[in-house]
Nanobody, 124 residues
Framework: QVQLVESGGGLVQAGGSLRLSCAASGRTFNNYPMAWFRQAPGKEREFGAAITGSTGTKYYADSVKGRFTISRDNTKNTVYLQMNSLNPEDTAVYYC?????????????????WGQGTQVTVSS
């Protein structure tokens, strides 16, 4: 059974940092994309960041570029999201996603598996 387990969410003050982790099990995703999406209260789920498996190419939404860094450790089948300079607008449930094919990394349908989500709350 494939499972994505997220951790690292919580409450942080504005300007602070958090690192999210997503550990995959049941299948290796070394050659496939992994990503983070987020959904703020009352808003639609939106793309945050992605990283490809073949080249490690990184993609970011404009809203997080320069503040967030996505990375992966293929020896651990794990993807990370380092979040710096957090502001209240970053408050959301963050979802990890993993694909089994190449495709448009911004497109949710590219991803076959999703984590349960982890809450990130940034206080002002």
């Amino acid at each position: 059974q494939v499972q994505l387990v997220e951790s690292g969410g919580g409450l942080v003050q504005a300007g602070g940092s958090l690192r999210l982790s997503c550990a995959a099990s049941g299948r290796t995703f070394n050659n496939y994309p992994m990503a983070w999406f987020r959904q703020a209260p009352g808003k639609e789920r939106e793309f945050g960041a992605a990283i490809t498996g073949s080249t490690g190419t990184k993609y970011y939404a404009d809203s997080v570029k320069g503040r967030f860094t996505i990375s992966r450790d293929n020896t651990k089948n794990t993807v990370y999201l380092q979040m710096n300079s957090l502001n209240p607008e970053d408050t959301a449930v963050y979802y990890c996603a993993a694909g089994l094919k190449s495709g448009n990394v911004y497109y949710p349908a590219t991803y076959n598996y999703w984590g349960q989500g982890t809450q990130v709350t940034v206080s002002s």
